[in-house]
Every structure is written in structure tokens, then in C-alpha cells.
């Protein structure tokens, strides 16, 4: 199957293997996907959908609005093999203990807000840089949501970052209350200001960081 597309669609079973991306699925209500996706690209989004359940092993890049909104619903989500856009998990029903990425070089704003993961694995990305929360902000329609790949997110207790990483940028992981443990690899060259404000319960950043860093 070339696309998979569902639009105001109620009580199905939708099982697909080898997809090759996921187009538009919206206002559809009480549908079960079981997606063996082999790395499909989300083109399209679930938004205004309301009881679904994805149960899905890998996905490639994730678009824009992707999963956000999706009201009583729940996901489950393995590894992403590339990159993440704006909003795409933000107040989404994604669940887990971890998520891992792979061939990922650039996260979306707000990406990983309120959504319920505790470890996100960043090691096999190919990120150089972890965004600022304030240099940017978009408008969803009823919220401005400031810049920062984990902005509001309550649940994220560990992250793992990639040896390709040079910068955490201002404000990157602020506000995270549930972080406890970050990797800070050897390629990091400067943490700018503010990088780990508002982090209460943080209480490893590993090793590499007791070298020297620029920190701000």
C-alpha cells in the first residue's frame, strides 16, 4: 500500500504492512490501526480524531500537526526514522517508557510536548544542535507555543544525546520538572544560558560534562 488515508470514518479495523505513508486520517471515531510500516513517512495528521488506538513499530520522518489532539485515544510507537515537525506528538495520546530516534537531524517545536514519555534515546540521531525554547514560536489557532523541541512536557525523566550534538541551546530542556538524568556527550562544545532551568529533580548529566564546556 502506496498511502493510507481514513476521513470521518467510525468502528474499523485497519491492519497494513509495508506502508508507505500515512496520509490524512481525521474526525474519524473508534478505529484500531495496527501499522507495520517499515518506515513510512506521516505526510498527513490524526487531528480531530476521538478513540483510536495506532499500534505502530516504526515511522520515518513525522510531519507537521501529526498525531496532536487526538482525544481518548492511545498510541504506541517504537523508533522514528527520521525527522520530527512541529506539534507532531504535542497533547497526543503517545505513551511509553521510551522512544528512540534514529537518522533525525533536526526536531520541531514543541514536538514532544504533554505527551506521557519518560526516556527519549537521541544517540543514533544525527542532531548537532538541541533548539531554543525562546527564539521562535508559532500560533496553532489558540496557543503560542515558544520554540523548544520539549516544551511543556511533564513526564520526560531521562534523554540521551548523540555524539554529533556541539550546542544545548538557551532554555532547551527548562521547565522539565520530571528530568533526572541527561547524557551530555564529548562533541558538546557550549551550553548557553538557562539550558537546564526550572529542572528540579535533575541529578545526572553524566560524566563528559565535567570537562571543560563553554557554559553561560
Known amino acids: 500500500l502506496n498511502k493510507l488515508i481514513v476521513d470521518r470514518c467510525n468502528n474499523m479495523d485497519i491492519y497494513c504492512d509495508n506502508i508507505l505513508d500515512i496520509g490524512n486520517n481525521q474526525y474519524n471515531e473508534n478505529i484500531r490501526y495496527s501499522l507495520y510500516t517499515n518506515t513510512a ?59 528512540a530516534l534514529h537518522n533525525c537531524t533536526s ?20 542532531i548537532t544542535t538541541i533548539p531554543a525554547r525562546n527564539n521562535a514560536s508559532i500560533y496553532d489557532g489558540s496557543y503560542t507555543h515558544n520554540a ?3 516544551t511543556y512536557n511533564d513526564t520526560i525523566e531521562s534523554i540521551e544525546l548523540p555524539e554529533s ?28 544560558k538557562g539550558a537546564f532551568y526550572g529542572c528540579d529533580n535533575l541529578i545526572s548529566l553524566g560524566e563528559p560534562v565535567m570537562r571543560f564546556v563553554a557554559i553561560s
Open 41 to 99: 513517512n506521516v505526510t498527513g495528521t490524526f487531528a480531530n480524531s476521538y478513540n483510536i488506538q495506532l499500534d505502530m513499530d516504526t515511522l520515518g520522518s513525522i510531519g507537521n500537526d501529526a498525531f496532536t489532539g487526538m482525544k481518548n485515544s492511545k498510541m504506541k510507537l517504537t523508533s522514528i526514522n527520521g525527522n520530527i515537525g512541529n506539534l507532531a506528538f504535542y497533547d497526543s495520546p503517545l505513551s511509553q517508557d521510551i522512544i
Open 107 to 126: 526536531l520541531g517545536i514543541s514536538c514532544f510536548g504533554r505527551c506521557n514519555v519518560k526516556d527519549i534515546d537521541l544517540s543514533q540521531s544525527s
Open 148 to 150: 523548544g523541541a520539549f
Open 165 to 192: 550534538l556541539r550546542l544545548i541551546d538557551q532554555y532547551a530542556f527548562a521547565q522539565l520538572k520530571s528530568l533526572k538524568a541527561v547524557t551530555i556527550p564529548y562533541g558538546v562544545t557550549e551550553i548557553r
